[in-house]
T-cell receptor, first 114, second 115 residues
Framework: KAGVTQTPRYLIKTRGQQVTLSCSPISGHRSVSWYQQTPGQGLQFLFEYFSETQRNKGNFPGRFSGRQFSNSRSEMNVSTLELGDSALYLC???FGGGQSDTQYFGPGTRLTVL | AQSVTQLDSQVPVFEEAPVELRCNYSSSVSVYLFWYVQYPNQGLQLLLKYLSGSTLVKGINGFEAEFNKSQTSFHLRKPSVHISDTAEYFCAVSDKRTAGNKLTFGGGTRVLVKP
């Protein structure tokens, strides 16, 4: 099976712009979660989608949003980019989305905001 | 809210020596426990997880971890490391009360294996 894929792998934007990141989960997986990784804050949970519904949300401002499509692919959007949004954004998928399920991570999208 | 503390931010270790990475979590609720590894420029890969039962959990690549409920710890060990074990290791928990897949991670421990 193909793993979790994320596109693009690298992205450079300027402050005030918006960005959309894409994640394709492992075939058959219905849960997709997003995490932000920075040197200062570490790995932080953004949100989780299951069957096109947002099921959990982390403590991030409303500029961060996401959605999931009927084929389980997910996108996250960040509007009005700030310098502090520079980070590695990781997507993870799991089969049933339960608390004990293993999450399989993609390689991430490295976002740089100038 | 859950919190996870990894007591060592960096651990240098010589090849073929043992290594232990420490992880403590807040005890307010029941959790599932995970260890993930991140190699440079890659995503995270599951090493092992504790759900229930035996407190000693064996994972991939010769790693094992021991769950200690009284000390709210889940330390990771490997008896003999290789150069290829150089990576960052993350301890994580998920809250049994919360529906869905939400992981709370510790700050990570960088392991540098020296020849």
């Amino acid at each position: 099976k193909a793993g979790v894929t994320q596109t693009p792998r690298y992205l450079i934007k300027t402050r005030g712009q918006q960005v959309t990141l894409s994640c394709s989960p492992i075939s058959g997986h219905r849960s997709v979660s997003w995490y932000q990784q920075t040197p200062g804050q570490g790995l932080q949970f953004l949100f989780e989608y299951f069957s096109e519904t947002q099921r959990n949300k982390g403590n991030f401002p409303g500029r961060f949003s996401g959605r999931q499509f009927s084929n389980s692919r997910s996108e996250m959007n960040v509007s009005t980019l700030e310098l502090g949004d520079s980070a590695l954004y990781l997507c993870a998928s799991s089969f049933g989305g339960g608390q004990s399920d293993t999450q399989y991570f993609g390689p991430g999208t490295r976002l740089t905001v100038l | 809210a859950q919190s996870v503390t990894q007591l060592d931010s960096q651990v240098p270790v010589f090849e073929e020596a043992p290594v232990e990475l420490r992880c403590n979590y807040s005890s307010s609720v029941s959790v599932y426990l995970f260890w993930y590894v991140q190699y440079p420029n890659q995503g995270l890969q599951l090493l092992l997880k504790y759900l229930s039962g035996s407190t000693l959990v064996k994972g991939i690549n010769g790693f094992e971890a021991e769950f200690n409920k009284s000390q709210t710890s889940f330390h990771l060990r490997k008896p003999s490391v290789h150069i290829s074990d150089t990576a960052e290791y993350f301890c994580a928990v998920s809250d049994k009360r919360t529906a869905g897949n939400k992981l709370t991670f510790g700050g990570g421990t960088r392991v540098l294996v020296k020849p």
